[in-house]
């Protein structure tokens, strides 16, 4: 198209992305769909490129894992990943797209154009070459395929040589043909070239034909802490310590700040150990010490040495002691767990650990200072009724929106009604590079409100409802008993995007889906509260640290300091109206005896927003609902 629009680095992510259909209005002011053709990018700077890889690999084997087709992607030891952005390019358009389907009819007498290109279609399509009207209109359908396949409505399928008709207001899918004096109907309706499946038209722009596939990972700004976690599993196994208490902040700052130090190779006991034997066998040589010393003298030697404060060893073994269990049942599924459990948690620590933080204190004194309430309990009772452990604001966060890959129709294989083929996660292949998927993404530095939910309270609910049995229960007095029976029970790497959790995993089930409501909870009052949009909100969720952090995501990739004033001057306010106005929902009792207790007037928010396609959520897991169509009762975690 020859029309040029501005669109915010963050919505392009999601809303024009290859191989979509999008709705443009032309320089006439006419709307017309286009079919996006291809980003002008640049790779982008100041990320850390294996850390992103790294998730969108373990998302692409959970979908195949579920029986999904990811052939697009390439082999597993050969595919690689770039993760690109918007040039921005003075004079040279960053999307390009163009004018689709090029099929056209006259509302006035329903003559229709098949065009053949761009240049035909401008020429014909403003004035109807059958009757003369200005009537000409686009027909904005196509087809699609879970298969991946997509293509423009055509003339073709519905009799070349014949005359046909459109009439939208008698039939919308379907065409005529005049057959002597009578006119005959022809279906709209054409099988998929790739796997045989018999296809109906669909609106272009409808969200059924293209499902981008968008992860949201929080950037590590500070280079430390990438340089850091690119040591691989040693330096992960210390993330995981660190959580685990078995490592000092402090500590930590230390290792990071000595990286070269501490993943020394001959900085290990053991080289340790075996160069100082050699010292002391010198000894015994020169006749200093005899050889009964020589163990002695090495162990002298190490002590003084202080191995451990440059040594990665200590805390890797404190983490595979904790562990063990899980490490000796399976090595490789042990390592790869670290990983992704890692993974989130730098994540989370880069949030908590923000420059520029808001303290619960801070919004505390801010609303007794304006007077908005008259004692802290005010505020602490409201968090403590709704599960709220911590609250803070995070300043300055960088998030990466990704688009690794999309599907048609539905996202989940498990969900595909298509019998020829399996659903396919179709990939961004480089047509320049071989073996390279384009991750098309945009870097968002925003503000937002971290959520820490009391796991106690959590472990008390799951017991409640009898999600787990006593003998199930840690030791609710003791902090590092709580989080490892987390790590443990709680399983954060089988989170998806695109379906949320399995049905077999009950406990991850459980407390994701308590999240997962809590944060549409948090973002609909949220949205009211600050006058951002709720397309303007999302959120991510760390399930095994049972934390949410709710965020702004302007078009413009501009904070606004919305979230910020809601914590100072609204916080009281927001945490009522979350409590009381999320119960109810304007279809009940419909929507109430659904199995789900969720729908678009309650906890239901648009897909830019959600992070796992608005799966598992319900009212249900915060209220304790009425619903008589189901034997389940589940004791609401905030009416506990």
């Not at 982008?44 to 490129?49: A, F, K, L, S, T």
């Not at 195949?64 to 993760?83: E, H, L, P």
């Not at 914590?567 to 306010?573: K, P």
């Amino acid at each position: 198209m020859d029309k040029e629009i501005t669109r915010g680095k963050n919505q392009i992510v999601y809303k024009y992305l290859p191989g979509m259909w999008v709705s443009l209005k032309d320089s006439t002011g006419r709307t017309s769909t286009a079919k996006i053709l291809n980003w002008n990018c640049v790779k982008m700077n100041n990320i850390y490129d294996r850390f992103v890889s790294n998730e969108i690999s373990r998302q692409i084997q959970l979908f195949a894992n579920r029986n999904g087709d990811v052939t697009t992607f390439g082999a597993d030891d050969t595919r690689k990943f770039s993760i690109v952005e918007p040039a921005c390019n003075k004079g040279v358009p960053d999307i390009v797209a163009t004018l689709s389907p090029l099929f056209f009819y006259c509302s006035s007498c329903h003559n229709i154009l098949q065009a053949r290109s761009v240049s035909e279609a401008r020429k014909h399509m403003e004035q109807c070459d059958n009757c003369g009207k200005h009537s000409m209109k686009q027909l904005q359908m196509v087809y699609s395929c879970e298969c991946g396949f997509a293509t423009e409505i055509k003339k073709g399928p519905y009799g070349d040589g014949k005359k046909l008709l459109y009439k939208p207001i008698e039939n919308p899918y379907k065409m005529f043909y005049k057959s002597g004096k009578n006119e005959k109907v022809v279906e709209f309706r054409m099988k998929c070239p790739v796997c045989n499946n018999v296809l109906v038209p669909d609106n272009a722009v409808s969200d059924r034909n293209y499902k981008p596939f968008v992860v949201r990972i929080i950037n590590l700004v500070d280079k430390k802490q990438g340089a850091f976690f690119e040591k691989g599993l040693a330096a992960q196994k210390i993330v995981v310590a660190k959580w685990m208490g078995k490592i000092s902040k402090e500590d930590f700052t230390n290792i990071v700040n000595n990286i070269d130090e501490v993943f020394n190779k001959n900085n290990t006991l053991e080289k340790k150990r075996e160069q100082y034997r050699k010292i002391a066998e010198g000894l015994v040589e020169a006749g200093i010490i005899g050889k009964d010393q020589i163990e002695q003298t090495v162990n002298t030697m190490l002590s003084k040495a202080d191995i451990d404060k440059f040594s990665a060893e200590k805390y890797v073994a404190e983490c595979d002691k904790i562990f063990l269990k899980r490490k000796n049942l399976s090595e490789e599924s042990y390592n790869s767990w670290i990983n992704d459990f890692a993974f989130r948690l730098m994540q989370y620590d880069t949030i908590k650990d923000a420059q520029r933080v808001i303290t619960l204190e801070d919004c505390i004194n801010a609303h007794l200072n304006m007077e908005f309430i008259n004692d802290k309990s005010d505020i602490i009772d409201l968090n403590n009724h709704l599960g709220i452990k911590n609250m803070q604001v995070s300043c300055d966060i960088e998030i990466l929106s990704c688009a690794y890959g999309f599907t048609r129709r539905v996202t989940d294989p498990k969900n595909s009604n298509n019998h020829n083929c399996r659903l396919k996660l179709v990939a961004f292949n480089d047509e320049k590079e071989k073996n390279t998927n384009l991750v098309y993404s945009s870097k968002l530095k925003t503000e937002g409100i971290l959520f820490e939910i009391d796991r106690r309270k959590i472990l008390k609910w799951l017991r409640l409802n009898n999600i787990i049995t006593d003998a199930q229960m840690p030791d609710i007095d003791n902090d590092v008993n709580i989080k490892e029976w987390f790590a443990e029970n709680v399983h954060g790497e089988a989170v998806t995007t695109f379906n949320g959790v399995e049905e077999g995993d009950i406990i991850t089930k459980a407390v994701f889906s308590l999240l997962h409501s809590m944060a549409h909870a948090f973002i609909n009052i949220a949205g009211e509260i600050s006058g951002l949009s709720v397309e303007s909100l999302s959120e991510i969720i760390f399930i095994e640290t049972t934390s949410i952090f709710i965020y702004a995501q302007t078009s413009q990739g501009i904070p606004l300091g919305a979230l910020s004033s809601l914590a100072e001057n609204g916080y009281s306010l927001f945490l009522n109206k979350v409590f009381n106005e999320s119960k109810n929902c304007i279809f009940d009792p419909i929507c109430t005896d659904r199995d789900d207790s969720a729908c678009n007037a309650c906890l239901i928010i648009p897909e830019i927003s959600c992070n796992h396609f608005n799966a598992n959520l319900g009212r249900k897991y915060l209220y304790t609902l009425s619903n008589e169509a189901s034997s389940e009762k589940i004791i609401g975690f905030w009416e506990m």
